[in-house]
């Protein structure tokens, strides 16, 4: 189960209301709405998918991070390279986050 | 007319395309997907919507701010204020997608 | 000149305050200062320097954008290619910053 | 000890460049540069000192964050609290990072 199952009716939730906002982005753009404000709200819904992905991730290292540290505790090389593969795979995500 | 008229379907074009991979986020979540998978997809919708927003800025500064270069062209001071406000406006512009 | 011309004292300054911010990393480095405590002030850096990159856009638009849509306004089609040229740049640069 | 000890001389080399560099876009305005050209290397100079955060962020999980999910494992509730406040001292330090 990944970390976010115990709130996922939340982040529906969240993403639903995003899906709402690209849909409103479309009016705006079908009614010519000035480019700024346009932008303007392109920056609120890029900030509310960065905070649901925000999110993902505070559950990801709190459950799945947390999990490999435990299984690999006081273990052999081998282990550790587990834990080392999950942090590995949060860089290249906070990586991925911090271009776009 | 706002700057991006003339490419008003491409946009929404791109906009549907958004909403979509929204939709396919909702669907992942569902489908109780890998944490660091769901965020990759969170970092492909955020670089496409900053895509659009690049573009219209694009379109904005090569439209509506050269018309506001070229109407207080040799006027008085108010006109300039006026030009100075089109680029005020810009940088706010950029400054929220920088901050987002 | 550069459109930053009339304020180059200020900027100057700017730039003296984070190279000093960057000695002060490498002083927090040496002194083994906690790691959530560096990229604190990292951010703090990375905020300054974005903000003169910020200041510097905003006054190439004022200026050298400015004098591009005038100099080309009414003119002939190889006039106009010289003002695209420089929105593109203005969001190569845009780009570059948004994507660090 | 911070995560990044063991890495200590290579960090001190990245900023005493990352120093060096301030002092090359100090000289850039001393020169009357064109703006985007010191755009361009001021987004280079950000996109070190990122770099910078992003080195020490990984150590940091991979020392700190591991101490802490080990030490707290199968304790009881304050000692969990511990791991949590980590996970949320992170997750901050990811924040002002994104938002720079």
């Given amino acids: 189960m ?3 199952t ?6 529906q939730a969240r993403l639903r209301r ?3 906002q690209v849909r409103g982005l479309q009016r705006m753009v079908d009614e010519d709405t000035y480019c700024i404000d346009v932008l303007t709200q392109i920056a609120s819904v890029t900030k509310a998918l960065q905070g649901v992905g925000m999110g993902l991730l505070d559950e990801h290292i709190r459950h799945c991070v947390k999990d490999a540290a ?5 273990r052999e090389e081998a282990a550790v390279d ?3 593969a ?3 795979e949060v860089m290249s ?8």
Same sequence: chains 1, 2, 3, 4.
């Fill in 70 to 74: 435990e299984a690999t505790s006081g």
């Fill in 6 to 11: 115990m709130n996922k009716d939340q982040y």
């Fill in 82 to 84: 587990e834990f080392d």
């Fill in 2 to 4: 990944p970390g976010y």
């Fill in 18 to 20: 995003i899906e709402g």
């Fill in 93 to 100: 995500a906070v990586s991925r986050m911090l271009r776009t």
């Fill in 86 to 88: 999950k942090v590995e």
